[in-house]
């Protein structure tokens, strides 16, 4: 009775507490007035903020009401998710900053520009602050805190709030991820009981798979500021650059028993080429979030977890652009309450705290305006002094055989306002050459010099051997283009004010054969189309010289004769093909050629590939994700999602390859039922990191492994995390060494190929040396992180591995090729084991 009682009396507080929290007063500062013409959240939404998880649409609505209710607000669609949904930003200042707001910008963009910064008087320029939420869907106290953020902004009245938006040009950005967020408020609110349950244990707290944290494709968007892949990164990259906002804020959660966290994090991770004072800055701020939350009894804490490594982060990317970017991770209470190791996290409380620090950010704003504005404008000072005496002047990319993938980095620095030209004439570097009309040159003396060494400089020495997010990302590498450093400027040709992608050349008709070389980057969509249309179409083995072309392996042949269009049609449907994915296709005369005949049995026939991939509980969303976005995306082919869960009803053997993604289950005896005779039967089936194990495991495929063993000597318990943490290969770039002669490297014009590696899989080469096309070299570091035993194991083994089972092949990758998107180097292997597996 006693405990019936106690439970009673816990569930009852909980309830009467709950019910306190949802209303404004337990948010908002009570000590002013609030315009009552501004409408409630309540009002629009139908629901007090924190009762419900608000899903998208209701938040675009109450986000546009307010705009046509506040002279403080106005509202645009940036652009549209994957899902068409639209991507707000809401920009709030003084009425009459409004009337001024395109000078306001200018003027504000002119401390950027080391020409003009010096005559601007910062003592009358508002900051510009941008508050960005729940980037993270699933994260959704701050997308939530953005409703009374908003509306307090729009309703609070009295000096105070009126020198705040004279001083401040805030940008607010509700919803990072409107996909994310939609499904996860659609999963919570779903499981939500009336009478709140807090158990842990409830399926309110347990998403199903893949959950809300990530856009359509399953991509953590949280890493995408810097390579700009996703619509979402897009468009708020462009408001950023628009903007220069001199903060920015974003709001994420962690786990359920933590406090909060706020920025900075650890020190000794920054990255070198943040200067010291953005972390000082950082920190200064940090006081006005510590005292805001101690007036609210909140715990937090700072410095020990989280860092400014990575620039592709939404708190990191405002450092290396004259800002400075704050992280916040509040407890999560996941669904609307839940118990955890500090009582029980309500989901009203998650959001005061995210509303808290909003204002206590805005707060700092106020008072420390005219320091952030004169940092923003030494930090371009110094930039443009180091890059003066930088011996690189340029630095320049291209690839003789491949325009597309230049293009998409070239389009990446557009985003970023990095000036880009094209070269002046053809010329070479170290060996190298670079074609006028496939290069790019970026001049290293510009505004954003510090971005562009960011984002093409090679780091592989540390200060700290741990980090939160992946060490290396040197772009040129992540897209295998040649490129070299120029200490010259004397090639620099036109800036390039319209971006546009190279056409392929024009095709002409041909009465014998076509002929495509297999370089350029969307050449498997070519033949996924031509395919599609029924067309026959044929891989050479071996390298020729036609016609005065020289063609390399892997060139593909579509013979005129014996198809099922007419001459006319044929050459129609491959006149549009080449146009739509701007490659170039050959006609030519005669099949007599230098190397192998055009109807030498060396050409081998591709047939039509019908892919299916694994997904759901067990599979790496992320890994799935950017092979289902490769495919949908840049290749438009098919890929069909199977679901684990209904794997065992459905029958496969209609498809021809099936992907497993990297997966974290221990081996799961429905899979491999089902999937070695379909192997055997003459299936291909392709894995990727832990998928690799798992197979070898399962006996699929015959693999030997290189292990390393480090022993703690000398360390103590407390440095026991630092010490299992250095040996993580958390994302770096390695170097392998090709076979260009073997098919999964056809299309690679190089016989060198930077990879991506995040594991410790250390596959040891095949006895027979033509078994391992792929191999790391004898000195394989490029640009990242990793501990000196794993180096040494590295070197000379093997990321890739294919071998027979039955009729058919098992394909193992140790290391992702389609890393984030960005990692277009790698992605024609996939492509290549999806298409010429059987030649292998
Ligand atoms: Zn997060």
């Given at each position: ?13 909980v ?183 807090s158990?842990p ?52 959660e962690m786990g359920s028993n933590s406090t909060f966290f ?31 939350l101690?007036?609210?009894g909140s715990l937090y804490f ?27 991770e509040q407890g999560s209470s996941r669904?609307?309450a839940q118990k955890t190791v500090n009582g029980i996290i309500t989901?009203?409380f998650a959001?005061?705290n ?487």
């Amino acid at each position: 009775m006693k405990c019936y009682s106690l439970i009673l009396f816990t569930f009852l507080s909980v309830f009467l507490q709950a019910q306190n929290q949802l209303e404004l007063s337990y948010h908002l500062p009570q000590n002013l007035t609030y315009n009552a013409s501004i409408p409630t959240p309540e009002s629009i939404l139908g629901h007090k903020v924190g009762k419900w998880h608000v899903t998208h649409d209701k938040l675009v609505l109450y986000m546009k009401t307010l705009a046509k209710s506040s002279p403080r607000i106005t509202i645009e669609e940036r652009g549209k998710t994957f899902e068409g949904r639209p991507l707000l930003l809401l920009t709030i200042t003084a009425s009459e900053n409004h009337d001024n707001i395109e000078n306001i910008r200018v003027n504000h963009l002119k401390l950027t520009e080391w020409s003009h910064s010096d005559q601007l008087d910062v003592t009358s320029m508002p900051l510009v602050v941008y508050l960005g939420f729940s980037i993270h869907g699933n994260e959704a106290s701050g997308a939530n805190a953005s409703l009374l953020l908003a509306y307090y902004l729009a309703s609070a009245e009295g000096a105070e709030i009126e020198a705040l938006l004279s001083n401040t040009v805030i940008l607010l950005d509700p919803t990072l991820n409107p996909d994310g967020l939609q499904r996860f408020a659609y999963w919570t609110n779903t499981n939500k009981s009336n009478t709140i349950n807090s158990d842990p244990n409830d399926r309110e707290f347990h998403e199903v798979w893949p959950g809300g944290r990530t856009n359509h494709y399953w991509f953590d968007m949280n890493r995408d500021w810097l390579p700009v892949q996703l619509p979402e990164s897009k468009a708020r990259v462009e408001s950023f650059q628009k903007w220069m906002p001199n903060i920015l804020t974003d709001h994420h959660e962690m786990g359920s028993n933590s406090t909060f966290f706020f920025q900075p994090g650890v020190q000794s991770r920054v990255h070198h080429l943040t200067p010291k004072m953005n972390q000082e800055l950082t920190k200064e701020i940090g006081n006005y979030h510590a005292k805001a939350l101690d007036k609210i009894g909140s715990l937090y804490f700072t410095e020990e977890r989280f860092d400014d490594f990575y620039y592709g982060k939404g708190s990191t990317y405002p450092d290396i652009n004259g800002g400075i970017g704050i992280l916040f991770e509040q407890g999560s209470s996941r669904g609307h309450a839940q118990k955890t190791v500090n009582g029980i996290i309500t989901f009203p409380f998650a959001i005061r705290n995210q509303f808290t620090v909003a204002l206590s950010t805005l707060e700092a704003a106020k008072e420390m305006r005219i320091k952030l504005l004169n940092y923003q404008r030494d930090f371009y000072k110094n930039a443009k002094k180091e890059a003066s005496r930088d011996p690189i002047k340029a630095i320049v990319f291209g690839d003789a055989k491949d325009a597309a993938k230049s293009f998409h980095l070239a389009e990446i620095l557009n985003t970023h306002k990095i000036v880009i030209h094209k070269p002046t004439f053809d010329f070479s570097v170290n060996g190298i050459n670079f074609k006028k009309e496939n290069s790019f040159i970026v001049p290293t003396n510009q505004k954003n010099s510090k971005l562009i060494k960011a984002m093409f400089e090679k780091q592989t020495k540390f200060a700290d051997s741990l980090f939160y997010d992946i060490s290396g990302w040197t772009y040129p590498l992540a897209f295998n283009l040649d490129y070299a450093e120029l200490k010259t400027t004397s090639n620099i040709g036109n800036i390039i004010s319209d971006l546009e992608v190279n056409k392929g050349k024009e095709l002409f008709k041909s009465s014998y054969a076509y002929l495509m070389e297999w370089h350029d980057y969307y050449t498997p969509k070519a033949l996924n189309a031509i395919l599609n249309k029924g067309i026959k179409a044929k891989v050479g083995m071996k390298q020729f010289s036609l016609e005065g072309n020289d063609y390399d392996y892997g060139t593909i042949l579509i013979p005129v004769q014996n198809q099922n269009l007419n001459e006319n049609d044929l050459y129609d449907v491959l006149h549009n093909i080449a146009t739509n994915s701007n490659i170039t296709i050959t006609g030519v005369k005669t099949g007599l050629t230098k190397g192998i005949d055009l109807g030498s049995n060396q050409f081998k026939n591709i047939s039509k590939q019908r892919v299916a991939m694994l997904v759901g509980r067990g599979i790496s969303s992320y890994d799935a994700g950017e092979i289902w976005h490769l495919f949908d995306q840049r290749y438009e082919m098919n890929i069909t999602k199977l679901d684990i869960s209904y794997l065992s009803s459905v029958d496969i053997s209609k498809y021809t390859t099936i992907i497993i993604p990297n997966l974290s289950t221990r081996s799961n005896a429905t899979i491999l039922k089902k999937l070695k005779p379909w192997v055997q039967n003459g299936g291909v089936l392709i894995g990727y990191k832990n998928a690799v194990k798992w197979l070898s495991n399962n006996k699929l495929i015959d693999l030997k492994y290189a292990t390393v063993n480090v022993k703690a000597n000398n360390i103590s318990f407390e440095q026991k995390d630092n010490f299992s943490g250095a040996q993580k290969i958390g994302g770096a770039i390695f170097e392998t060494r090709l076979d260009r002669s073997h098919p999964i490297n056809f299309g690679y014009a190089r016989n060198k190929l930077p990879m991506f590696r995040q594991t410790k899989l250390f596959i040891k080469p095949d006895s027979i040396s033509y078994n391992n096309p792929i191999k790391y070299t004898n000195n394989p570091l490029l640009s990242g992180y990793i501990s000196k035993p794993n180096l040494e194991v590295l070197k000379n083994t093997v990321p890739f591995q294919v071998k027979r089972l039955g009729k058919g092949r098992v394909i193992v990758f140790t290391d992702n090729t389609n890393f984030r998107a960005f990692w277009y180097g790698t992605n024609k292997l996939l492509m290549n084991a999806v298409y010429f597996a059987k030649e292998m």
